[in-house]
């Protein structure tokens, strides 16, 4: 049985309101009753929980999400997912405020992160850029003290705390053996659609997508891969010139956003020339575009549960408590046509 605030009054002698000034650090007690206190802690082995300290303090956490600024439904969606945690923050001790960065700039987001700082809040969570301003913006919030975590896109290297996102390399290999499996042997091109290099998960997708299909498919011939930005109208653009250049495309991976132009793009060919086509994120596009056949297969993560993890984790660095992994664990969902929910 654990030891509890009773059980060292009772050891060191003393009253539970002196126990708890010295467990808060409060002033009031004397040097002598204070080491007694201690060293009741110490023989009982009593571990505080800091978690339930805070809530009998009425502890209110400050968190800054930073946030891409982006027109694609995804980002949207992450936003609104924040928007909502902004809405519960009176019942999880929270306060919550939401900055705009430009997508993938790290320049900016450095300074946005630095600029962040100056509040010195409890934690902040943000989509990552890699680029080293923006781990040595990370560096300067942990010297602060500051709980950092990242989302969705990680930065590892840097010295951020944890990762609230999907395992992209899985990811990657998920949408090749997919691609692979719906074209059964047929030979043509293959055409990726990135937001940006810049970003990891971006990248992790491509690589675990490259290595499968150059594994196990290696009749189908692989383009470069096309970076629009996570921007819809981009991507229409690029998408459509792919098409005009290369009419043999029989599978396309889009690994980012901007999914709403590459459809628009691929309505406009006629229905025979339609490439097998593997997408991530159920967003209001995608799931037109599964349910009337456009889109094969669709990889989707859960941003309400990455932003709930993302406080979660953010919380429990705030108090010096570990992070229960499988709890934080984010899962890659496949939907089909069949199986939309």
């Known amino acids: 049985m654990k030891p509890t605030v009773h059980d060292i009054a009772r050891s ?29 802690i110490a023989v009982l082995g009593y571990v505080r929980d800091v978690a339930a300290a805070n809530l009998a303090k009425g502890r209110t956490y400050a968190f800054t999400f930073v946030l891409p600024e982006n027109d694609n439904s ?10 909502q945690a902004v809405g519960r923050s009176g019942a999880e001790r929270t306060r919550i405020r939401v900055v705009d960065v430009p997508p993938f700039d790290g320049q900016a987001l450095s300074t946005m992160l630095d600029g962040v700082l100056a509040d010195r809040p409890d934690g902040v969570a943000f989509v990552a850029v890699e680029s080293t301003e923006v781990q040595a913006a990370v560096a300067r919030l942990r010297e602060a003290g500051i709980a950092v ?18 395992d992209n390399h899985a990811a990657g ?16 091109r293959v055409a990726m659609v990135a937001g940006s290099m810049l970003v990891r998960d971006h990248r992790e997708r491509l690589e675990g997508f490259l290595s499968v299909l150059s594994e196990d498919f290696p009749r189908l011939a692989i383009l470069p891969v096309i970076e629009a930005r996570d921007d819809p ?19 396309l991976y889009s690994l980012g956003a901007g999914n709403r132009g590459i459809l628009k793009a691929v309505r406009s060919l006629p229905e025979a020339r339609r490439p ?32 709930r993890s993302a406080i979660r984790v953010l919380k429990a660095k705030a108090d010096g408590l570990p992070v229960i992994a499988a709890q934080e664990r984010i899962r890659i969902d496949i939907f089909l046509k069949d199986n939309l929910p």
Not at 23 to 37: A, D, F
Not at 278 to 299: K, N, Q, Y
């Open 12 to 40: 060191a002698g003393v009253s539970l309101a002196t126990v708890d000034r010295v467990l808060n650090g409060r002033p009031g007690v004397r040097r002598i009753t204070q080491e007694k206190v201690e060293e009741a």
């Open 74 to 83: 995804f980002m949207i969606g992450l936003r609104e997912e924040v928007e």
């Open 149 to 166: 975590v990242t989302l969705v896109s990680d930065l590892p290297g840097s010295q951020r705390h944890h990762f609230a996102g999907v």
């Open 173 to 188: 290999r998920t949408a090749a053996n997919l691609l692979g499996r719906f074209l059964s042997g047929r030979d043509g």
């Open 233 to 251: 109208a981009i991507a229409e653009d690029l998408v459509t010139g792919l098409f005009r250049r290369y009419p043999d495309v029989s599978g």
């Open 276 to 307: 097998v086509i593997i997408a991530h994120e159920l967003t209001r596009s995608t799931r037109a575009a599964l349910a009337d056949g456009v889109v094969d297969a669709v990889l989707n993560q859960d941003a309400g549960h990455e932003v």
